[in-house]
Nanobody, 117 residues
């Protein structure tokens, strides 16, 4: 089964940028929809961005115009470019399938993003 490894998280100041990567151990070409999720302390995990194999993208209102999701099926990697970061973006970020059926791969360890004010 495909395993996911997220990286790229860091401590940044508000207004800064980060690029997260999600490396899959196998092919993600057959996975139509991949997404980035985040979970802040004391809150439920939420989907913030999703991308289809055809390049269609959707974003949560809270990150639209600041985040950009992309995928490289050849490199089996999904990326999340995050700009104009805010303290409320602080969370552990995960990638996983994001289709309407609700099926998910085993969750990776996530990558911590901390935005200081």
């Amino acid at each position: 089964q495909v395993q996911l490894v997220e990286s790229g998280g860091a401590l940044v100041q508000a207004g800064g940028s980060l690029r997260l990567s999600c490396a899959a151990s196998g092919s993600i070409f057959s996975i139509n929809v991949m997404g980035w999720y985040r979970q802040a302390p004391g809150k439920q995990r939420e989907l913030v961005a999703r991308i289809t194999n055809g390049g269609g993208r959707n974003y949560a209102d809270s990150v639209r115009d600041r985040y950009t999701i992309s995928r490289d099926n050849a490199k089996t990697t999904v990326y999340l470019q995050m700009n104009s970061l805010k303290p409320e973006d602080t969370a552990v970020y995960y990638c996983n399938k994001a289709d309407a059926y609700g099926t998910r791969l085993p969750w990776g360890q996530g990558t911590q993003v901390t935005v200081s004010s």
